[in-house]
DNA sequence: AAGTGGTCTAGACCACACT
DNA sequence: GTGTGGTCTAGACCACTTA
């Protein structure tokens, strides 16, 4: 069968409300229900859902609202995590090695240091100008061989946040001075190094990031 | 009457999974809505929150398991706004004030510049140790009179939280000269100063944080 | 009085995992 | 075949706000 019904009526929300004002009501539960001969549950399941996005929220005897969509949620810093680029982003692969792992990166994944990971360097832009450096390291034997012909694939990490969960860290460092020219930024610059661990759900680690970001191009930016 | 039936559930079984460990399953939705005479849409209200919350997670088709507390979501930095605080954690107002906002906190706050504020800064310690200095600015016009007089009402801050939401933004510092004898660090020190904004639900700002964090003392970890 | 979201019931069928 | 979570129905009562 199809997508559940309760997706597709929020995808109708979501294009309902895209061009509305914050604070608009949208229809009440029951109409809705109706409008979609569906039962009231159904409605308020593909209701929670905006509303647990940041898209939507509820005042209780009053109605449900457009969210100030400044105020969406965004839970990662990283670029490699974020939606969909737009073409205001770009990126360029700096380096793509296939290596053993060294000692710190080992006790991150998790794995012992003989084993094999991928090292992926690239340099993340939004109108050209450098917002960040990632370092990004994968588990080699996670990786099929199709895939690991395809670095778009690879760079597409989004899947595996669905399916688990990421711990960032934020840490203040001075700009290493390797990447003081590719983000264009002085010596002795403090900028915040963002390290990223996705674990699957069982919590056994998947991907593990470096973000090393460009203060004056990029704010990090959180919202809950 | 008291509290909804899916909240005690709720209750229930973050006491029963307390001290259990990873990936262990709980009871499966009908066996609880036996357990409790509850319908199992109840239950699955329960199960819903504490999923949403990080402390289980759903396997289709097998059950429901207690997550690892590691990963238990973490969306603030900010001391202020954290779960409540153990032994281990204590603080020194350092300065409170009622003054007209400078501008750039009015406009933080959405507020004019002859408004009334007030500013409170202080030193957070956890085992004795300086973690961060929070200077934390409140909209006066929105405190009554016997909050006024309890630093600890105004310092708490977290009913805000549940009715709107937060946003922050890390930005990489030297640390300021002014704190580097409370924070216990080195001149010219980098450091991540955290800007908090708490906004209503209706999106107008409520309370606006900077928070300057100890590198040697405070990792800021946040998990999704 | 009418309408709203919050909670709750007692069922149902599905796809999928395990045995 | 049995058990699980995922989805769905067609009602219901409550507390509350607004007119």
Redesign the interface.
């Known amino acids: 069968m199809g997508a559940p019904k309760y997706q597709k009526i929020k995808q109708d929300l979501m294009e309902e409300i895209k061009d509305a004002s914050?604070?608009t009501p949208i229809a009440s539960e029951r109409e809705l229900a109706g409008r979609y001969n569906a039962s009231r549950?159904t409605v308020r399941n593909a209701i929670n859902e905006l509303v647990?996005e940041?898209v939507l929220?509820r005042?209780k005897n009053k109605g449900t609202f457009v969210?100030?969509q400044?105020?969406m949620?965004k839970?990662?810093?990283a670029e490699t995590l974020n939606k969909p680029m737009d073409d205001t982003y770009d990126y360029n692969v700096i380096y793509f090695s296939s290596c053993f792992c060294d000692e710190k990166i080992a006790a991150c994944l998790e794995i012992e240091s003989e084993d094999w990971m991928i090292r992926i360097v690239r340099l993340n832009r939004k109108n050209g100008k450098p917002v960040s450096v990632e370092e990004i390291y994968l588990i080699q034997s996670l990786i099929n061989d199709n895939d690991y012909n395809n670095l778009n694939k690879l760079l597409d990490l989004k899947g595996y946040i669905d399916e688990g969960?990421?711990?960032?860290?934020?840490?203040?460092?001075?700009v290493p001075v390797k990447y003081i020219n590719l983000l264009h930024v002085k010596l002795n610059?403090?900028?915040?190094m963002v390290e990223s661990t996705i674990?699957s759900?069982?919590?056994s680690p998947v991907v593990y990031i470096r973000e090393f970001?460009n203060?004056t191009e990029k704010?990090?930016?959180?919202?809950?």
């Open positions: 914050v604070n549950m647990e940041g929220y005042d969210a100030d400044r105020l949620k839970n990662t810093s969960s990421v711990t960032q860290k934020f840490l203040p460092i001075i610059t403090p900028i915040i674990v759900k069982s919590g970001n203060p704010i990090i930016e959180i919202t809950t």
